[in-house]
Antibody, heavy 124, light 106 residues
Framework: QVQLQESGLGLVQPSQTLSLTCRVSGDSVNSADSHWSWIRQQPGKGLEWIGSVYRSGTTDYSPSLKSRVTISMEASQNVFYLKVSSVTAADTAVYRC????????????????WGQGKLVTVSS | DIQMTQSPSSLSASVGDRITITCRAS??????LNWYQQKPGKAPKVLIY???SLQSDVPSRFSGSGSGTDFTLSIRSLQPEDFATYYC????????FGQGTKLEIK
């Protein structure tokens, strides 16, 4: 079955760059059927869409995070990445990678497979 | 930016009740609206995609409707396992989520 696994440092210093990797098994990040996405959840808060990457390298970011976020992929390793620059305590959250299949025959997508999540704490 | 507003933010109901949660988009999103259920400490689970399509393995007591800017999630005959937090998400532009609706047992 399809599985996603996040990895990266769990503690990042303020003003530094948060970097996470999502390793995909059971599917290909080169699939024409899906976007590959990052979503976060601050402690006790709701879900926040960060952005996604498609096999062509096309990316889409949340307007509120766009200036600080980069999402990319490496098809040969079947992974995709998240970088968030200039982090503050407000970026402390559980970060989840996810598969987002496209709707059939129309634009739009939904998330059907999630990673288990990686807690990243921003603190000195 | 599209804003997604859910109502109510919290809701108390009893097993067997029928409930409805509303999601309103700040501009038209056609039918690009998804619903998720999340339980504490777990990843969300998709229930409904493209407004009204039921994800496989999701019980038929869940249903979705709407178009344009106004959407609803309905759960008929609430079961104990349905008490959770529910989120809507638009996929017309980026992937903005609503703020969530916490469904609690009365």
């Amino acid at each position: 079955q399809v599985q996603l696994q996040e990895s990266g440092l769990g503690l990042v210093q303020p003003s530094q760059t948060l970097s996470l990797t999502c390793r995909v098994s059971g599917d290909s990040v080169n699939s024409a059927d899906s976007h590959w996405s990052w979503i976060r959840q601050q402690p006790g808060k709701g879900l926040e869409w960060i952005g996604s990457v498609y096999r062509s390298g096309t990316t889409d970011y949340s307007p509120s995070l766009k200036s600080r976020v980069t999402i990319s992929m490496e098809a040969s390793q079947n992974v995709f990445y998240l970088k968030v620059s200039s982090v503050t305590a407000a970026d402390t959250a559980v970060y989840r990678c996810a598969r987002a299949p496209r709707y059939r025959a129309q634009s739009g997508f939904y998330v059907d497979i999630w990673g288990q999540g990686k807690l990243v704490t921003v603190s000195s | 930016d599209i804003q997604m507003t859910q109502s109510p933010s919290s809701l108390s109901a009893s097993v067997g009740d029928r409930i409805t949660i509303t999601c309103r988009a700040s501009q038209s999103i056609a039918n690009c609206l998804n619903w998720y259920q999340q339980k504490p400490g777990k990843a969300p689970k998709v229930l409904i995609y493209a407004t009204s399509s039921l994800q496989s393995d999701v019980p038929s007591r869940f249903s979705g409707s709407g178009s344009g800017t106004d959407f609803t999630l309905s759960i008929r005959s609430l079961q104990p396992e349905d008490f959770a937090t529910y989120y809507c998400q638009e996929s017309y532009t980026s992937g903005t989520f609503g703020q969530g609706t916490k469904l609690e047992i009365k």
